[in-house]
């Protein structure tokens, strides 16, 4: 079920949202359609198609729902011989390379401007992407019942406001873009690298990125930012079959087998980032991070990474969007092009800020420096901290392999 749900639920929700108006009320729907299959499919089977079974059970509930409260009209008829067709579990499953119109207009109403930022995100993230909150609220560092309140607020606000259920004229698109494209951003980034949980990444929900964003390009041509995230998303992508072992334990850059990269999805994400730079308007905050992705893939062996491009990169993501994060990765991209002594001395600026307290990965880049200058009991620390940080069991393990390596 847990598979099923993590694959479907963003079209389950969006369809349904579609159907009742409320995307609040069609997450209800859904979730109570999962309790039902979690108490007829062990004994009845699990259907041949999981996901519109499911859909359907959810608009039976809903049409339930308005019959008890004697509230038939037109939309209930219509929904009633939709049903009909629905109930139908035997016809094709979705295609996983489409793009469901329902998902985009259930993107764009959980990115209303009714809502705060991190309510569109963290709302998002949950009927869009999946994630629990628990997985929001590592992806944001903040307390879990802090993620939990923002969705129950943006869902009791989108009802209030009785924001439609469509995507927006073009008008409102440059309001709602940047928080599409944010909220796609982190979505990937969740599949790219599990926050918790016992998996190194998860694959289907980077990919549903990958397909909205794709979609979104096509939608908004003009638009630069779009283009350079399709074009990081199908780099990070690409490596994606060489990044764990059979048994799922993660690889790490410089140690994967580069011939197992998808070249494909190399080749669409530098058409992708010539589709953004001949619109002549510059990169942004997304094409120079596929400007740095794209050194990587195009790298045929790891010696040939060009550190001191991707350090000049960093350097200029930092100055258009000053962060910490940024600055932690321009410190590994300085390690490689100038030594490790150099970029100790950014990640040691970093801890005493106190920007990243917290946040595994600065004890494990400082720990990975330390070791690299032979400071091996200093490095070790570091590691354990890091180790004890990370919510993710994979990384946990592999962390504790360089504690052992630290001895």
Not at 144 to 149: L, M, N
Not at 163 to 182: I, N
Not at 194 to 207: T, Y
Not at 372 to 383: C, H, I, S
Request: hydrophobic share 45%; glycine share 8%.
């Amino acid at each position: 079920m847990a598979v099923v749900w993590r694959i479907e639920s963003a079209r389950i929700v969006a369809t349904l949202a579609r159907y009742v108006g409320d995307v609040g009320l069609a997450e209800d729907l859904a979730q109570e359609a999962v309790l039902d299959a979690l108490r007829q499919w062990p004994e009845q089977g699990v259907p041949a198609n999981p996901g519109a079974w499911l859909t359907a059970v959810g608009k039976r509930k809903a049409i339930d729902g308005w019959r008890r409260r004697e509230r038939l009209d037109d939309r209930y008829a219509a929904m009633a011989h939709d049903l009909e067709n629905a109930l139908d579990t035997d016809a094709p499953p979705w295609d996983p390379d489409t793009i469901d119109d329902d998902v985009l207009r259930l993107v764009f109403t959980a990115c209303h401007p009714v809502l705060a930022r991190e309510q569109q995100v963290a709302l998002t993230l949950r009927v869009v992407g999946g994630l629990t909150t628990e997985e929001i609220a590592r992806a944001f560092l903040v307390p879990t019942a802090t993620v939990q309140q923002r969705i129950v607020r943006a869902k009791k606000t989108l009802r209030a406001a009785h924001v439609p259920f469509e995507v927006p004229g073009r008008s409102e698109f440059p309001e709602r873009l940047s928080s599409v494209l944010g909220v796609l951003y982190l979505v990937f980034n969740e599949g790219y690298a599990a926050s918790a949980g016992g998996d190194w990444m998860r694959p289907e929900l980077a990919l549903e990125a990958l397909r909205l964003a794709r979609s979104l390009a096509e939608l908004v041509p003009r638009e630069p930012e779009a283009h350079g995230l399709v074009a990081l998303f199908e780099f990070q992508a690409s490596r994606f079959g060489a990044r764990t072992t059979p048994d799922g334990e993660p690889i790490l850059l410089l140690d994967q087998d580069r011939s197992r990269w998808d070249r494909t999805l190399i080749a669409r994400g530098s058409a992708a980032l010539s589709r953004q730079d001949a619109l002549g308007r510059g990169r942004g905050y997304y094409g120079l991070q596929a400007g740095i992705a794209q050194c990587h893939a195009t790298a045929l062996r790891a010696d040939d990474t060009d550190w001191e491009r991707i350090s000049i990169l960093y350097e200029a993501l930092g100055r258009l969007a000053p962060s910490p994060v940024v600055e932690l990765n321009r410190a590994v991209a300085v390690s490689m092009s100038e030594g490790p002594a150099t970029a100790l001395r950014i990640v040691d600026e970093l801890v005493a800020s106190g920007a990243l307290r917290g946040y595994h990965l600065l004890p494990s880049v400082r720990g990975e420096l330390l070791h690299r200058l032979g400071r091996r009991a200093e490095a070790k620390a570091e590691f354990v901290e890091a180790a004890r940080l990370t919510g993710n069991e994979r990384e946990r393990a592999l962390l504790q392999r360089r504690i052992d390596a630290a001895d």
